[in-house]
């Protein structure tokens, strides 16, 4: 019988346990779409969707939010392993055409050291947008290295390696429909 419960996995060489079930995520997703359409009512904003991290959390947001937008992808990198090389890479670059004068929903799977943002708010700064919402599923304050506005946060979580829902440790773990921390004592 499934009792519901979600157990330890491994991805590599590593452990993972659960973190946030996909009850409680899909619940703040909901939420969080219901507070986009809220702020953003009757607009016809561009989604700027955080590629690869964010494109399971921005599906979701995306038709909670019911906001009749665009959707545009954007590709940063910076990761390698569970730490941050503090190089962030640009693969995919905005479209201006998508970007300049609209309203935009940004969207993150996570703020962690926040040097991402750091580095590519400037970059869509420079393509002149009317506004930029940042929306981020999950939230690391204390692992967060530079100062950043961010306007909703999904889930403030303590500063541990996590996957699932997106988000991956080298290339797996991204199709967990829950998100699981680094299980440091094993
Ligand atoms: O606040 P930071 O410490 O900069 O971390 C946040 C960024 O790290 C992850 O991307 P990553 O570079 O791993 O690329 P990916 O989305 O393709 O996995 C995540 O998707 C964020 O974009
Ligand atoms: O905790 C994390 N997990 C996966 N990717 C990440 N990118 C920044 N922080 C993380």
Redesign the pocket.
Known sequence: MDSGKTDRIILHNLPFKPMLTEAAIQQRVGELGQTLRERLAGGQPSFVVMLK?AFVFAADLIRASRLNGEVCFVRTS??RG?A?EGKVRLHLAPDPAEITGRDLVLIE??V??GY?MQAFLPELERLQPRSITLVTL?H?PE?QQVPLKIDLVGFVIPP????GYG???DGL?RHLPAIYQ?DEQY
């Open positions: 991290g910076s990761y569970t941050s799977d996570i962690d050291s991402t999950l690391k692992a541990h390696f996590v996957v988000l991956d440790y773990g680094l």
